[in-house]
């Protein structure tokens, strides 16, 4: 007497008043995708990962559409850099890859604002 019925286990299982995905899943991020498969590996000095993806998310472009184009841009430049800059200097003289891309996102400031409005 007085007991309050329990929900069916079924809608305990289902997290009722949650919004599903069929399975379950969050959709992929392109972005962090080209951070782990064409950033990452292409990067010279491998130290500070955890830094630089955080450097590399705070670079995201708003509208989905550019992320390509925003991910080529700054790949444009690491190849530069690699090619110019940084030809022939050990590993150590390299900046990390979080220092890299916050400095990039000075240079590229107008072009990857450009990106955010077209």
Do not use: C
Request: net charge positive.
């Amino acid at each position: 007497m007085g007991e309050t019925p329990t929900p069916p286990l079924a809608s305990k299982l289902a997290g009722a008043g949650r919004p599903s995905r069929s399975n379950g899943t969050k959709p992929p991020d392109q972005w962090a995708a080209w951070f782990a498969t064409e950033f990452w590996p292409r990067y010279p000095r491998k130290v500070a990962k955890q830094a630089a993806m955080k450097a590399w998310t705070k670079l995201k472009p708003r509208q989905p559409d550019r992320v390509k184009s925003a991910a080529e841009l700054i790949l444009t430049m690491l190849e530069k850099r690699k090619s110019d800059e940084w030809a022939g200097r050990d590993s150590d003289k390299i900046p990390h890859a979080a220092t890299f891309l916050n400095r990039e996102a000075f240079d590229a400031g107008e072009v990857l604002a450009g990106l955010e409005k077209s």
